[in-house]
């Protein structure tokens, strides 16, 4: 047992030429014991105990030091800026990191054994999962809104080229989750029917950013970093596809897919907290954004009048029931 605790938490590689090992293969008293009836009993006990050492990955040793300073170390700024209306009122590389502050929070409240037991956005027995997805998507809406309540061309040009800018930020700084979420909505409907607003920024940029996130849906993020917020979302869809392969085959630990899940785990186990100073007039302009309630029925009439009228290069008339979310954007 001590050599399965020390390949899941270290990420030993078994040797190369079995993906799997035998748990008895020499003796012909071994063998017989494969018949006995009670081996599958045995075998179904060993495995309970392999993913209870998985499990403890989310209880950090007791006698850990701390990886790094917390959120509440951070001084704050002594004379924040106050934002009138705008998100273009705010410096991008000050949203980035406001935002990262936000999602680290929240990132590091994930324990790990929620990871190994989603299964979808609707898995309400892993609260902490499903309250982080939830402020992404209200996030990814928020974006969008700001984009699509945008109602002249040379306002929507100057909103997602700030985007980009804030998605270089992020990059910068490691939290590629906001990053993704961002750079999806940028790289998908309705945004991309915008097209004359479009051709208004150099599709090298696109081209790059669509390569970006395609390069961090590919990629294994297996690096240690300092301050790193990973793609949560891919990890989870990573953390399914992997469970949905079996423990054992033919008598054998499956150690591909044990060495895959540690991999995941302790990519997010090891990510510490940042040490960004905080900005309270920024958080409370996100908060206030990400928590509005807003209808699917309205933001998509609202985007279906912005194509239309993106194709035809005039400004939208907005009817009286979409007035009251576009002013709290303009």
């Not at 009670?38 to 105990?49: N, P, Y």
């Not at 054994?113 to 902490?128: A, I, M, R």
Request: hydrophobic share 40%.
């Amino acid at each position: 047992m001590k050599d399965a605790i020390t390949l899941v938490q270290s990420n030993i590689q078994p040797p190369a030429n079995d993906s799997t090992i035998s748990l008895s293969k020499n003796s012909e008293e071994q063998l017989n014991l494969l018949k006995d009836p009670g081996w599958r009993q045995a075998q179904a006990a060993l495995h309970k105990e392999i993913l209870k050492i998985i499990k403890t990955l989310s209880d950090p040793p007791q006698s850990k030091t701390v990886l790094g300073p917390t959120l509440t170390a951070s001084k704050p700024n002594s004379t924040p800026k106050k934002i009138e209306h705008s998100v273009l009122d705010i410096d991008p590389l000050e949203l980035a990191k406001q935002i990262t502050l936000l999602e680290d929070q929240a990132f590091h409240k994930l324990p790990i054994n929620e990871f190994l037991t989603w299964k979808n956005e609707s898995s309400k027995q892993c609260p902490n999962i499903f309250t982080y997805t939830l402020w992404h998507r209200n996030f990814s809406t928020w974006i969008k809104v700001e984009i699509l309540a945008s109602l002249k061309m040379k306002k929507r040009v100057k909103v997602i080229k700030y985007f980009l800018s804030v998605i270089d930020h992020l990059l910068a700084i490691n939290n590629y989750s906001s990053g993704l979420s961002i750079g999806t909505v940028l790289t998908s409907q309705p945004v991309t029917d915008l097209k004359k607003t479009l051709d208004n920024i150099k599709k090298e940029k696109f081209i790059e950013l669509e390569k970006i996130i395609n390069d961090a849906k590919n990629s294994p993020h297996n690096e240690i970093r300092t301050e790193f917020i990973p793609p949560v979302t891919i990890i989870l869809d990573k953390i399914h596809i992997i469970n949905q392969n079996p423990l054992t085959h033919n008598g054998r630990i499956n150690w591909n897919k044990l060495r895959s899940l540690a991999s995941s785990l302790l990519l997010i186990r090891n990510s510490q907290n940042y040490n960004l100073p905080p900005n309270e007039a920024v958080k409370t302009f996100i908060k206030q954004r990400t928590e509005l309630i807003i209808q699917k029925s309205d933001l998509e009439n609202l985007a279906t009048l912005l194509i239309q009228a993106d194709a035809n290069g005039h400004s939208p008339v907005i009817p009286a029931n979409l007035k009251n979310l576009i002013s709290k954007f303009e």
